[in-house]
C-alpha cells in the first residue's frame, strides 16, 4: 500500500469570474434572443399553426372583407385567415362563428355566456322575456348592433271630458288608486308618475278648499296650506312586516298643528271601497293617555253625554238606544283593537268606567261609499260629518295643554 503524503495538496484555481455587464446589454440580448426563436417558427405549414378567431360584441365581418384584414399575412392569394380555413373545411364545427349575433345586455352575461360556449356567444333568455314592459329593469330587448329603442314619455291618464275641480275628486284619482293597489312597486309607480302627480294635486286641491268648511265647524282649527295636512303615500318599511313601498289611499288630518301635534284631529281617508271620516286620539303617549284616564275616571257622565247626542248616536254608534250602557259599548268595540286585556295600572278591576278606561285609542269614524265622496256635495257631507263630531273633539282637546312632547300621527301608517 502505498503511503501518503504529508505535503498538503496545492490550490486549485479559480475559474476567470466573468465581466459584468450592465443592465440594459442584458435586456437587449435577451430580447435579441427572443426574436431570433421567434423568427426560426415555420409560418408556411398551416397544419401546425392554428388561428383562434376574436370578434367584437359589437361588429362582425362580412365574409366579403379582405383577408388581410383578419390575418398578418400579407401575401395576398396565400393568406392565412381564419374564415378561409372555415369555409375550406380545415377547422371542425366547434370553431364555426354564427353570422348573426344578439348585442349582450351587460359585461356580467358577455362572461358568463364566454365562460360557457368559449366564444362569447350570447345565450337566446332574452327571447323567453318576449312580450313584458321594457321600461322594467332586466328586462332584455334582443336587439341587434345598431338597433335601438324609444320608449314613449308616459302621460298621464285622459281626463275623459270631465274637468278637475278643486271642490271635488275626479275619477282618474279613484282610478291610480285602484291600479296601485295591484301594482304597488317603484317601477311602476316610476313608469306612471305623470298618474301620480295628477292625483296627489287633485286630492290637495279637495283638502285645501275642504279645509275652510271644516274652519267654519271648528273654529279652532287654521286654514293650513295642503302639505301640513296631507299624509305621504310611502310607507315606512324599516320596521315593518309589510314590504309594500306605498300606502294604497289619500289621507289628510285637521286640527291645532295640522296632521302632527298632540291635539286630537279630525280624518278624511280615500280608498276605493274603504273610504271614512272619523275624529279623535290614535295611540296617544303615555303622559296624554294618563290625563285622559284620569279625566274619564273623574268625569265620566260628561263623555257619557258626549256619546248620547242623538246625531252622534245616529251617524257614528250605530243608531243605538239613548242609554250610556249602549253608548260606552259601541264606542269601546270601535276602539276594541287597541284597548287592554285587563286594568290599567292604578285603577282597579271593579271600577265602573273600566272599559273605558282599558282604551288606548279614543276615536270615532264611519265608512263613507265611494259615491257619496265623489259626488258633488261631497265637502258639504264630510263638514256636517265634522259638525257631529266636534263635540268629541272638543272634550278631548281641552285636556291638552301644551305638550313638549309630540305623540305619533293620527293616522295609523
Known amino acids: 500500500m502505498p503511503r501518503r503524503s504529508s505535503r498538503p495538496a496545492p490550490a486549485a484555481q479559480a475559474p476567470e469570474a466573468a465581466p459584468k455587464r450592465r443592465a440594459s446589454a442584458r435586456l437587449s440580448a435577451s ?48 393568406s392565412d385567415s381564419v374564415y378561409e380555413e372555415k369555409e375550406d373545411g380545415d377547422s371542425d364545427e366547434d370553431d364555426h362563428e354564427p353570422s348573426d349575433l344578439d348585442e349582450p345586455d351587460s359585461e ?8 360557457k360556449t368559449g366564444r362569447g356567444r350570447v345565450s337566446d333568455a332574452a327571447a323567453s322575456l318576449k312580450g313584458k314592459e321594457l321600461w322594467r329593469e332586466g328586462v332584455r330587448t334582443g336587439l341587434a348592433p345598431g338597433q335601438e329603442v324609444f320608449i314613449a314619455k308616459p302621460k298621464a291618464r285622459d281626463a275623459g ?11 282618474n284619482t279613484r282610478l291610480f288608486l285602484m291600479d296601485l293597489a295591484k301594482n304597488n312597486d317603484r317601477q311602476w309607480l316610476k313608469a306612471h308618475d305623470p298618474d301620480y302627480r295628477a292625483a296627489k294635486k287633485d286630492f290637495e286641491t279637495f ?8 274652519s267654519d265647524q271648528d273654529s279652532t282649527v287654521p286654514e293650513l296650506p295642503a302639505k301640513d295636512l296631507v299624509f305621504r303615500i310611502h ?19 285637521w286640527s291645532r298643528t295640522g296632521k302632527k301635534g298632540p291635539y286630537a284631529a279630525y280624518y278624511v281617508h280615500f280608498q276605493p271601497g274603504s273610504c271614512f271620516v272619523g275624529c279623535g ?50 264606542f ?18 271593579d271600577n265602573p268606567n273600566i272599559q273605558l278606561l282599558r282604551l288606548r285609542s279614543f276615536t270615532i269614524g264611519r265608512p263613507i261609499s265611494d259615491t257619496e265622496i265623489m259626488s258633488t256635495d261631497a265637502q258639504h257631507r264630510i263638514a256636517a260629518l265634522i259638525g257631529v263630531m266636534e263635540p268629541f273633539v272638543s272634550n278631548l282637546i281641552y285636556l291638552f295643554p301644551l305638550l313638549p312632547s309630540v305623540p305619533a300621527d293620527f293616522a295609523p301608517s
Not at 388561428?51 to 396565400?78: I, L, R
Not at 356580467?108 to 365562460?115: G, P
Not at 268595540?333 to 282597579?348: D, F, M, V
Open 31 to 78: 430580447e435579441v434572443e427572443v426574436k431570433r426563436v421567434k423568427s426560426n417558427i415555420d409560418l408556411s405549414d398551416n397544419s401546425q399553426v392554428k388561428s383562434t378567431a376574436k370578434k367584437s360584441k359589437y361588429f362582425e365581418p362580412d365574409s366579403s372583407e379582405d383577408p388581410e384584414e383578419s390575418s398578418g399575412n400579407t401575401d395576398g392569394d396565400e
Open 108 to 115: 356580467e352575461e358577455v362572461k358568463k355566456s364566454k365562460a
Open 161 to 171: 271630458g270631465v274637468p278637475y275641480k278643486d271642490e271635488t275628486l275626479h275619477p
Open 207 to 214: 283638502v285645501e278648499a275642504l279645509t275652510s268648511k271644516i
Open 235 to 253: 310607507r315606512d318599511v324599516r320596521f315593518s312586516k309589510n314590504p309594500l313601498p306605498y300606502k294604497i289611499h289619500f289621507s289628510a288630518a
Open 281 to 330: 286620539l290614535w295611540h296617544p303617549e303615555a303622559e296624554p293617555l294618563g290625563l285622559l284616564r284620569e279625566d274619564i275616571d273623574e268625569n265620566a257622565d260628561q263623555w257619557k253625554e258626549v256619546l248620547r247626542a242623538p246625531a252622534m248616536r245616529k251617524e257614528f254608534l250605530g243608531g243605538v238606544t239613548d242609554d250610556d250602557e249602549a253608548v260606552v259599548k259601541a
Open 332 to 349: 269601546t268595540h270601535q276602539n276594541r283593537e287597541s284597548a287592554l286585556k285587563i286594568k290599567p295600572k292604578g285603577y282597579e278591576a
